[in-house]
């Protein structure tokens, strides 16, 4: 079942949720992310239906986050790969996961991220690229431009 449709929304949390908010997309861009490319590889990392992860994919691929390539002909067979819209999801991915270890699994899961050059376990965290300070509540505050609601004006500094 679709959810409501974020599309005319101004807000990015919104319209990035309009593309990419179902938790079977989120999945298949995790396994994808993981190097999974193949419907029977996804279908048994996730144990999704075959109707639903052939409905998923579909709209990944029409939202620019996967590409659907053929791999044989007799038969037809394909695999999807992720665009560069997809591979820049790998940072929301990441931070979920991490949330998750933190507060949800204490510590477990089957799949980390590890430097390529090292080998070390990464321990990912949101910085800002101009100061490289850590993105938190302590560190940062948002602001309300002109465009926001007029409930986020009343409460946030700016416009």
């Known amino acids: 079942m679709r959810h ?3 599309a005319a929304m101004e807000c990015p949390t919104a319209r990035t949720l309009d593309q990419v908010g179902e938790w079977w997309s ?9 190097g999974l490319t193949r419907f029977d590889e996804f279908q048994q990392s996730m144990g999704i239906s075959p109707n639903s992860l052939t409905r998923r994919l579909k709209e990944l691929c029409d939202n620019g ?11 037809p067979r394909y695999e999807y790969r992720l665009t ?3 591979r820049d999801l790998q940072p929301v ?7 998750g270890r933190k507060h949800v699994t204490k ?4 799949v980390r991220l590890v430097d390529t050059e090292s080998g070390e376990l990464a321990d ?9 300070r850590e993105i ?3 560190n940062f505050h948002y602001t309300a431009t002109k465009n926001a609601h007029s409930t986020k004006k009343a409460r946030l500094p700016g416009a």
């Open 4 to 6: 409501k449709s974020f």
């Open 26 to 34: 989120l999945l298949i861009v995790r396994d994808a992310l993981h």
């Open 65 to 75: 986050l996967l590409e659907r390539r053929a791999y044989q002909d007799n038969p």
């Open 84 to 86: 560069e819209r997809g």
């Open 93 to 99: 991915v990441e931070a979920i996961a991490v949330w």
């Open 107 to 110: 510590g477990k899961g089957a």
């Open 124 to 132: 990912p965290v949101l910085v800002d690229r101009k100061s490289g």
């Open 136 to 138: 938190n509540t302590d």
